[in-house]
């Protein structure tokens, strides 16, 4: 009786015969990438969860305009600098995603809280996605490239759901070097007790300024609003950065610098330069780029709270990094 590969033509024999067989690991790495496709968001697969959050985050936001104060104003303003620039834009990405600098306990254990208190998820999950991003941006398994929809890439892509396993085998792949480290592990095991507890403490702080009126007006604005504000300033760097813009240098993707997303990000805007250059702390390559973050991490260094800080800021047209370990480290561009 003939077999299967007896009956094919010969090439077909030799390719049958001598294709490699897939490592464990790669179809671990194979089956995570999958589950960023786009095709993954239907309704039968929807992370609820996520959504009605992001829901009840943006209705709040509308309802603060009801309930204005100017402490709370103030309140959002500086919780928003401290999440989105302090939290994410210095912690979760250039000290986790890229390893840019290094900190002290102190600082580490004040920028991961900030990152917490943004909502944008854990240290881990945030960090490997980001590195999953670089690996394979504006390409097939971008877990947010425009080019699969502007709305995907701002908002949609975080509806998708995957489960626990899937996240554990994602942080083992994309992020090893900090998944086991104690002071990650608890921001990870606490970060839905943070959310709850910074609104149950925003309220609380305002019911004792002035009663139950600015009790909402602290709520809405100190955790709403802020909220809503600093989640679309991020996705904008996802979704606005890879479609206009200008370039400093010739990528492997279609990121851009674009000025107003500098602005409301606190220098992520310059994306160009970040996805060029991505192990560099500064993200501003040119005299008028201004990055707020880098402020930060400046003033962290000169009290000795950072160090190992790459700063060095490349040359005009230098060539892009190159990662020789593609989305293990994150800390450079794949090709």
Not at 308 to 321: C, G, H, L, Q, S
Request: glycine share 8%.
């Amino acid at each position: 009786m003939s077999s299967v590969i007896l009956d094919q033509p010969a090439e077909e024999q030799t390719a049958a015969v001598t294709q490699p067989k897939k490592s464990k690991k790669r179809e671990e790495r194979e089956q995570i990438l999958a589950k960023f496709h786009k095709e993954n968001l239907h309704w039968g697969n929807v992370d609820w969860v996520v959504l009605i959050w992001m829901a009840g985050i943006h209705i709040g936001a509308v309802a603060a305009l009801f309930f204005i104060s100017w402490q709370a104003i103030v309140t959002c303003l500086v919780l928003h600098w401290a999440t989105a620039s302090i939290g994410i834009c210095l912690g979760y990405h250039r000290y986790l995603s890229h390893k840019s600098f290094k900190l002290r306990a102190p600082a580490e254990f004040f920028v991961l809280l900030c990152g917490v208190l943004s909502g944008e998820g854990s240290p881990l999950t945030w960090a490997a996605t980001h590195r999953l991003h670089h690996q394979k941006s504006d390409k097939h398994g971008d877990p947010h490239s425009p080019f699969e929809g502007n709305w995907w890439s701002h908002l949609l892509w975080l509806f998708v759901y995957r489960d626990k396993e899937l996240n554990d085998k994602f942080a083992d792949h994309y992020i090893p070097d900090f998944k086991n480290r104690p002071m990650i592990q608890f921001f990870e095991k606490t970060y839905p007790l943070w959310l709850i507890g910074s609104g149950f403490a925003m309220y609380g702080i305002g019911y004792a300024m002035g009663g139950n009126f600015m009790g909402w007006s602290m709520l809405l604005w100190g955790l709403c609003a802020r909220m809503a504000f600093v989640y679309n300033s991020t996705w904008f760097v996802n979704s606005a950065t890879h479609l206009w813009g200008y370039r400093n240098y010739e990528t492997t993707d279609q990121s851009k610098n674009l000025w107003w997303v500098a602005i409301v990000a606190y220098g992520e805007g310059w994306h160009n330069n970040h996805h060029a250059h991505p192990s560099v702390a500064p993200a501003g390559h040119r005299k008028w780029e201004i990055d707020i973050t880098w402020w930060s991490i400046r003033a962290l260094r000169a009290i000795g709270m950072a160090y190992d800080v790459n700063d060095r800021i490349p040359e005009k047209n230098a060539e892009p990094e190159i990662d020789p370990e593609p989305g293990k480290n994150g800390i450079v561009v794949a090709k």
